[in-house]
């Protein structure tokens, strides 16, 4: 019996390990990873000259390429196409489109930003008061300064409750806290800008100064945001990914993080019958987008997080494949946020009211960062950060979870 047994290898550290312990020469090691590191890259929309020799490139490159049938009979323009090959494959394949005709060396280009994108892990986020290291999954605590959100409205709606609060979660071991003082959930009406400043200013105020960790404000209004960065919050969590310009201007001006999360149409309405065409690919190429736009705009791409927007437009189906699929996002070159805490999915799997969701939240938290998220936005803190301590710990990364 030869004990063969098939390797879990994800990342380029998992195959260097792999090696290490059949005693590879430590110089072999990187490139042999580059051999048992298998990806699949799919482009959208390839013209049927780019995907034809995208497709010989790859199987000359030792790799295959999937196409549809559309594009040997000529029936279709533009087609869908999935590159597979190992990351040797891949950079063989690179190297070649590079030299090719029309679009191929923009596919190139694309293919091994992407690959690049991919294989970054970890960030270190700029931030006015030095800067914030994203090593293992960080904990932003949600703090509602509102009368209706939809899990914990009018827990913190008087200062005093919603500093206690915030300082509480700190303790617990909260790495940031996102402050908002308007309900978003699914039905919900916009707060003017002068009553969601007039909840925010005195708890902002008190916790700028004594929380100890980066606050971000979670609102999608150009003034609101502007007055709390103006009262020293480090970040803007902004639910609809800048889409005010002023939102833009004002970002760039103080330069500071902005977290882009992709809603699909408005709170009020966004529940009624969500539709993708395929529903990751959709909200990246909207990220995309909201990124490139911020960056016209002048903000500065290292201070940008992503956040697929669980609940935001989307149904059961839509929420639980974005969470399977959550490392795609990582694609997109920046930091993953994610908020799936206490969301009516949870409870539609589980059948429980939103105070019976903790179970479910824990289990989200850390699927989410095992499957690639840098930000985990929750209510239960202490909960999390213990569960979270756990998946630190088989998933080997460093400590230092919980104060
Ligand atoms: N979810 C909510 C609010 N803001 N921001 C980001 N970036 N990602 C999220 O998933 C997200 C968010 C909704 O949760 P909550 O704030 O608890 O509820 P409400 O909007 O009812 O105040």
């Known amino acids: 019996m030869f004990n063969a ?32 590191l298998f990806r699949a890259v799919k482009l959208q929309g390839v013209g049927y000259r780019e995907a034809t020799i995208a497709k010989q490139e790859m199987l000359g490159a030792g790799g295959d390429a999937a196409t549809p049938k559309g594009l040997v009979d000529f029936s279709r323009d533009e087609v869908d196409v999935i590159l597979l090959g190992t990351l040797l494959h891949f950079r063989r394949f690179v190297a070649k489109m590079r030299r090719q005709a029309f679009q191929c060396p923009a596919i190139a280009a694309e293919v091994e930003a992407v690959l690049e994108h991919d294989r970054r892990r970890t960030f270190i986020l700029p931030m006015r008061r030095g800067p914030l290291p994203m090593e293992r999954p960080l904990v932003m605590g949600v703090l509602n300064v509102t009368p209706d959100s939809f899990s914990d409205g009018g827990a913190h709606l008087a200062p005093d409750a919603a500093i206690q609060r915030g300082l509480e979660m700190v303790a617990e071991g909260a790495d940031l806290l996102d402050v908002g003082a308007e309900s978003t959930r699914p039905g919900s009406d916009p707060v003017p800008p002068q009553e969601e400043w007039r909840r925010l200013e005195p708890v902002l105020k008190v916790l700028v100064d004594r929380a100890g960790v980066p606050l971000s404000v979670d609102t999608y209004k150009p003034e609101t945001a502007a007055k709390a960065l103006d009262v020293g919050v480090d ?47 959709d909200i990246l190429r909207f990220l995309r987008e909201r990124m490139a736009h911020a960056v ?63 179970e479910g939240s824990l289990a989200a938290a850390v699927l989410a960062a095992s499957r690639g998220a840098h930000v985990v ?26 104060r």
């Open 296 to 358: 016209e705009g002048g903000v500065d791409e290292e201070k940008l997080l992503v956040d697929p927007g669980i609940g935001f437009g989307k149904t059961l189906d839509h929420n639980l494949e974005i969470l399977r699929r959550l490392e795609e996002f990582r694609s997109l070159g920046r930091p993953i946020l994610v908020g799936p805490s206490r969301k009516s999915f949870i409870g539609a799997v589980l059948d429980t009211d939103v105070e019976q969701r903790l």
């Open 235 to 281: 970040m803007v969590n902004d639910v609809t990914a800048l889409r005010d310009d002023r939102m833009v201007q004002t970002v760039a001006k103080q330069d500071v993080p902005a977290i882009l999360m992709h809603m699909q149409g408005e709170p009020k309405t966004m529940q009624r019958n969500p539709q993708y065409e395929e529903v990751v690919a």
């Open 5 to 36: 047994h098939v390797l879990a290898l994800a990342s380029e550290e998992d195959a260097a390990r792999a090696l290490e312990q059949v005693g590879v020469e430590p110089k072999g090691g990187p490139i042999l990873a580059r051999k048992g």
């Open 377 to 402: 936005r929750v209510h239960d803190v202490r909960e999390t950060v213990r569960a979270l301590r756990l998946a630190d710990a088989v998933l080997g990364r460093p400590s230092g979870r919980g």
